[in-house]
Nanobody, 114 residues
Framework: VQLQASGGGLVQAGGSLRLSCKTS????????LSWYRQTPGNERELVAT???????DYADSVKGRFTVSRDNTRNTMYLQMNDLQPEDTAVYLC?????????WGQGTQVTVSS
């Protein structure tokens, strides 16, 4: 099982980015996947989750600004992030649960300047 996150970068406050999480080794269409983010010295924070339905759920801090989606033909999950703020600066990671454990991608850095 592999997950590879990409799409991060440096953006000014109010800007947008679209993250991608490309997966392999799983039956993607049946999986629930999530985006987390982490800053140095802090625990990982759940940002968004999308089920196979698909239905989605978001952290209160990103509701109305972020949208999670999936493309089952590409085995890829996305996170559209709009109106980015400096407090959104973090490493963003994608994950899925399979056979009793979580699998994580390597993360992609998002930096928002004020």
């Amino acid at each position: 099982v592999q997950l590879q996150a990409s799409g991060g970068g440096l953006v000014q406050a109010g800007g947008s980015l679209r993250l991608s999480c490309k997966t392999s080794g799983i039956n993607f269409k049946i999986h629930t996947l999530s985006w987390y983010r982490q800053t140095p010295g802090n625990e990982r924070e759940l940002v968004a989750t999308i089920t196979s339905g698909p239905s989605s759920d978001y952290a209160d801090s990103v509701k109305g600004r972020f949208t999670v989606s999936r493309d089952n033909t590409r085995n890829t999950m996305y996170l559209q992030m709009n109106d980015l703020q400096p407090e959104d600066t973090a490493v963003y990671l994608c994950t899925t649960f399979w056979r009793s454990r979580n699998y994580w991608g390597q993360g992609t850095q998002v930096t928002v300047s004020s």
